[in-house]
Nanobody, 124 residues
Framework: QVQLVESGGGLVQAGDSLRLSCAAS????????MGWFRQAPGKERELVAA????????YYSNSVKGRFIISRDNAKNTVYLQMNSLKREDTAVYYC?????????????????WGQGTQVTVSS
């Protein structure tokens, strides 16, 4: 069993930065790819960023590319999402997720474990 706990969400203004953290427990964290998803009201959950088990490969959606950075610290069993130049359209609940795959996965159904989510609200 895997437990994922997100933290770092909050209310910020457009243009601000925020860093989300996701602490994992229960399995060998370094063996699995990780992803950050978000879901806005009335919209489907979408992949924002993903990272391979070693951290050497990353993926970003077009909407956040150049603004967000995903990273991981396998010694701390933690994955991070640094969000810069935030926009109103970044407002959503952000979830971290773990995939049993060794490489980056991009679909929701390819991730087996999910955190409870953390709210990010960007005001103009």
């Amino acid at each position: 069993q895997v437990q994922l706990v997100e933290s770092g969400g909050g209310l910020v203004q457009a243009g601000d930065s925020l860093r989300l953290s996701c602490a994992a427990s229960g399995r060998t964290f370094s063996s699995y790819a990780m992803g950050w998803f978000r879901q806005a009201p009335g919209k489907e959950r979408e992949l924002v960023a993903a990272i391979s088990r070693s951290g050497s490969s990353t993926y970003y959606s077009n909407s956040v590319k150049g603004r967000f950075i995903i990273s991981r610290d396998n010694a701390k069993n933690t994955v991070y999402l640094q969000m810069n130049s935030l926009k109103r359209e970044d407002t959503a609940v952000y979830y971290c997720a773990l995939s049993h795959s060794l490489s980056i996965m991009t679909r929701v159904d390819e991730y087996e474990y999910w955190g409870q989510g953390t709210q990010v609200t960007v005001s103009s």
